[in-house]
């Protein structure tokens, strides 16, 4: 027995030998440094502000930077400012706000978060989050983007269209400025888009309507070519936007009434790299090149990668999305900041459970004209893996007004894109 106990011994002394030494040799990384395919299983080991790079990785991102060209930035992890109205009005939620599955709203919810505090233990914690997600944004109450481009990129071929829109999104709920609501309390919000460039879509765009209960948008597109208004059918939430890569359920990672799914599954916490404190102007109207038109992005296959930005760490939720059966895709993984409602990340599924898009949008704090401090979006990718395709939706964070004074609803109707349009 006892000399069949020393060379077992002798194996397990190795072994802590070997485990010792990997420890031993794991850094805690500089920020600056650049996980790439180069790296990736030298470092993978290493930390980063006490995590491992191994953990910090979703699996989809560890795909993407083995096999298409994704490339992470590590930056310190930096606080978000939150408004303090908007603190003060979430904190005033607790205990009063609960989710009414018959109506479709949350009863009790004026404006701010509506579900403050999340319990983990809670069967409804990932409902309440998609919750504070739809209703609770720190968006401010009027979101004016005069100039964003979706990119469409062949992931072979690189660019081939480079459409120019404006975008406008005014709440008529949940306002921090002045009355809460605005209106007789039906609507959510109304939102303009419409087409500057190029010159045959120029013109084109929707207004919307975003009611405060199950009620779908009322969605209207002006024609500019037969000067007409047409409405649109009342699935359009699920419906491709144009010839891009997303859907209107895409629009920032997610963008259905939380209610129009059937099921939401709390898959846990965990801390992900994630783009919450971006650089801006990622985007250069007057670039000539593909390098000075689109700084974020490398120029070589697959074209779609922000690769140069800066990732640090973020505490997320990871919550598992059941799509309607009529919904094109079967479910979404969302990656949602545990401290502030903002989505970093989306997984799309197709219906045979496969993975299909992978979403990625980029954050950074700002100053409204009145002083409100919101989130705005510099960028975001919609990765079509199957057909090797994306669309990259970029910012001129320069033009960017959040809460301009002296607007209403009244500024925002259907004539206001017919007028826009014309």
């Not at 087409?195 to 209960?213: E, H």
């Not at 997610?254 to 783009?275: D, I």
């Not at 070589?300 to 799509?323: H, L």
Request: proline fraction near 6%.
């Amino acid at each position: 027995m006892t000399m069949m106990k020393k060379p077992l011994m002798g194996v397990l002394a190795a072994a802590l030998t070997i485990c010792s030494l990997s420890l031993a040799q794991a850094a805690e990384l500089p920020a600056g440094t650049v996980i790439s395919a180069e790296n990736i299983d030298k470092i993978k080991n290493d930390t980063f502000e006490g995590h491992t790079i191994a953990s910090l990785l979703t699996e989809r991102m560890e795909w993407r930077i083995r096999n298409s060209g994704m490339k992470v930035p590590l930056a310190k992890a930096k606080e978000i400012p939150l408004d303090p109205k908007w603190v003060k009005a979430s904190q005033a939620n607790a205990g009063k706000t609960k989710i009414n599955a018959e109506t479709c709203q949350v009863d009790g919810w004026e404006a701010g978060q509506p579900f403050p505090t999340i319990d983990m233990k809670d069967p409804q914690a990932a409902e309440k989050v998609i919750w504070n997600w739809h209703l609770g944004q720190l968006s401010g109450d009027l979101a004016h983007a005069p100039f964003f481009t979706q990119v469409l990129i062949d992931g072979t071929k690189g660019v081939h269209a480079e459409p120019v829109a404006e975008f406008i999104r005014y709440s008529m709920k949940g306002r921090l400025s002045g009355d809460a609501t605005e209106g007789d309390g039906s609507e959510r919000g109304r939102q303009l888009l419409y087409f500057k460039a190029p010159s045959d879509m120029k013109g084109l765009g929707t207004f919307t309507i975003m009611y405060d209960s199950a009620k779908v948008p009322d969605v209207w597109a002006y024609i500019p070519a037969v000067r007409r208004v047409r409405r649109l059918s009342g699935g359009a939430w699920m419906d491709p936007v144009g010839s891009s890569d997303q859907l209107q359920d895409d629009l920032e990672i997610f963008n259905a009434r939380p209610c129009w799914y059937p099921e939401y599954k709390m898959l846990g916490k965990r801390t992900v790299l994630a783009v919450a404190n971006s650089k801006q102007q990622l985007w250069n109207r007057s670039g000539k090149t593909f390098e000075e038109k689109y700084p974020v992005l490398d120029n070589k296959a697959p074209f779609w990668n922000m690769n140069n930005n800066v990732y640090e760490p973020r505490e997320v939720y990871v919550i598992e999305a059941i799509t309607p059966s009529e919904h094109p895709y079967s479910k979404k993984v969302l990656y949602v900041d545990t401290k502030y409602p903002r989505i970093y990340y989306g997984e799309a599924y197709n219906r045979k459970g496969e993975f299909w898009k992978m979403m990625e949008f980029h954050s950074y704090p700002a100053k409204a004209e009145d002083g409100f401090t919101d989130v705005r979006s510099a960028g975001g990718t919609i990765i079509d893996f199957q057909r090797n395709h994306a669309t990259v939706f970029l910012v001129d964070s320069a033009s960017w007004k959040t809460n301009v004074p002296g607007m209403s609803s009244k500024d925002f109707t259907l004539q206001t894109l017919q007028a826009a349009g014309r």
